[in-house]
């Protein structure tokens, strides 16, 4: 399967030396995720973005690959083939937070690359998520893109609208999608946290409806060394576009924090 090539998206400015900042957007989304995320953050930050396979208008056929830990591998081997180095940083939401913490806990994890975890799923024990929590998971979150859209479109869109952009963005991204997803999320608890050595900074929304718990979070920062946690009243699934500039503030802050340490590492707090 071809991953598509990442872009340069804003290049960085100001008297600083650039530190590169890679997005990856999470299923069903796409490089507009970052929108008001990308705006917000401090100028001498390089961004690149990229349209990953499980983008609405990407290969449906991405979750019958056997291992999808490539999709996320590829843009990152990109930008060190155009930069001579990796990214500086790595900041995935939702389903590719899951897809980098497989990456990053296997064999081939790009090291000691400082990363942030928008809205990873997790969950101590396989059980905790079942089978009957993964559709009408994703519908709510379809859902809540509908409502930006709604949100953007003004009257035009009703409620019946909405929820055929919800149901129609689910088919886009693929039948086997919710499958992937799944399984994705089960194999959470086995996953080799404790070597998980780089600068993490996590965050999630206390009324996250789309199994992106904010307990799970919370667990999720219990288990990783060298994590930061942080989660965020009143905010839901998606925190770059609900809550961006305290999300861009956060970043902006880990960054500087890990990329100013000599041994690029951060010790374990509840808040920044």
Known sequence: MRVAEPRPRRLATGNRSPTSVLLLHGMGGGPGSWDALAALLAPHLELW?????????????WALEPDVRGCVAAPIEAVRRVNGRGPDV?????FAANVML????????PASTATVLLSP?????????PWSAVVPGLERCYGRVADEI???????LDDVADGVIARRMLELVGGKAPLRFHETCRRTPFLDLDSLDVPLLLVGGEDDEFGAHAEGVRALGRRVPHAWLEILEGCGHFPMVERAREV???MNTFIGKVTRTSDNTARKAERL
């Open 150 to 156: 709604r949100r953007r479109c003004g009257s035009r």
């Open 248 to 250: 861009a503030t956060l």
């Open 102 to 109: 497989e990456l990053l806990t296997g064999p081939d994890s």
């Open 90 to 94: 790595l900041v995935a939401h939702s």
């Open 121 to 129: 799923f997790y969950r101590e024990r396989p059980e905790d998520f």
């Open 49 to 61: 973005d990229v349209s990953l396979p499980w983008a609405v208008a990407g290969d449906p056929d």
